[in-house]
C-alpha cells in the first residue's frame, strides 16, 4: 500500500540535477513530498492533486501523472542545504489516508 | 505560525511498561495522524483519526495502542506494554482536510531498555 520510491539514494556536487521518483499501485487523490533532515521531523514540500499537475518553487519542482499514479521531484542545481531523505506520501481516492516511501537520501557535495 | 506540539520530547522506559506520548494539533484541523520512523528507516503510518475515530490504521497499529482525544486539544497515543522494537521517533500530524498539506510535531523519541 506504501508507495515505491527510487532511487534510494543519490550522490551529487553542488550544481547538479536530481530526479526522485514515487510510484503507486492504488489511485491516488493527491502526492505529497516532505524532505526530512537528520534528526528532525518531516518538512512539507508541495502537493500535488488529482487532475495532474505540476508546481514549483524556487529550484525545486514536481510532476504528477495520475494516470500512471507516478510522481516525480525535480531538484535542479542542486545546493547543499537540499541534502536530506526526500519522501513521498500518496493519499488514495478514499482521502484521510497518507501513506509514505521508504525515502531517498540525497546527499549534495561541494 | 501555528504547529503541532508533541511532549514529552525523549522518554527512556522499561520494557513492559505503558507509555502516554501526547501531542496537540493545530487548533483548526480535523484529521490526526501518528506515525513511526525508527532510526535511520522510513516513516511508517500508524493511525489516523477523524471525527472521534480511527479511519485507517496499520498492521503495526495492534492491540498494544490505542489513541486518544481525551478533549479538544490534546491527541495521545499510548502503547500498553512497551517491546523493545518499540524503540521510535514517534510523530503526530495533523491537518485541516484530505487533500491538505499534512504538518509534523517535532517528534517524542522513545527508547525501550
Known amino acids: 500500500q506504501q508507495p515505491v520510491q527510487s532511487p534510494q539514494a543519490v550522490i551529487l556536487r553542488e550544481g547538479e540535477d536530481a530526479v526522485i521518483n514515487c510510484s503507486s499501485s492504488?489511485?491516488?487523490?493527491?502526492v505529497h513530498w516532505y524532505r526530512q533532515k537528520h534528526g528532525e521531523a518531516p518538512v512539507f514540500l508541495m502537493i500535488?492533486?488529482?487532475?495532474?499537475e505540476q508546481k514549483g518553487h524556487d529550484k525545486i519542482s514536481a510532476s504528477f501523472n495520475e494516470k500512471k499514479q507516478q510522481s516525480s521531484l525535480y531538484l535542479t542545481a542542486s545546493q547543499l542545504s537540499y541534502s536530506g531523505t526526500y519522501f513521498c506520501?500518496?493519499?488514495?481516492?478514499?482521502?484521510?489516508?497518507?501513506?509514505f516511501g521508504a525515502g531517498t537520501r540525497l546527499t549534495v557535495k561541494p | 505560525e501555528p504547529e503541532v506540539t508533541q511532549t514529552p520530547s525523549h522518554q527512556v522506559t522499561q520494557m513492559g511498561q505503558e507509555v502516554i506520548l501526547r501531542c496537540v494539533p493545530i487548533?483548526?484541523?480535523?484529521?490526526f495522524y501518528w506515525y513511526r520512523q525508527i532510526l535511520g528507516q522510513k516513516v511508517e503510518f500508524l493511525v489516523s483519526?477523524?471525527?472521534?475515530?480511527?479511519?485507517?490504521k496499520s498492521e503495526i497499529f495492534d492491540d498494544q495502542f490505542s489513541v486518544e482525544r481525551p478533549d479538544g486539544s490534546n491527541f495521545t497515543l499510548k502503547i500498553r506494554s512497551t517491546k523493545l522494537e518499540d524503540s521510535a521517533m514517534y510523530f503526530c500530524?495533523?491537518?485541516?482536510?484530505?487533500?491538505?498539506?499534512?504538518?509534523f510535531g517535532e517528534g517524542s523519541w522513545l527508547t525501550v531498555v
Open positions: 500530524a495533523s491537518r485541516t482536510g484530505a487533500g491538505n498539506t499534512i504538518y
Open positions: 487548533s483548526n484541523h480535523l484529521y
Open positions: 506520501g500518496t493519499e488514495s481516492l478514499r482521502r484521510g489516508d497518507m501513506r
Open positions: 492504488k489511485a491516488l487523490y493527491s
Open positions: 500535488l492533486l488529482k487532475g495532474g
Open positions: 483519526f477523524y471525527n472521534n475515530e480511527i479511519s485507517e
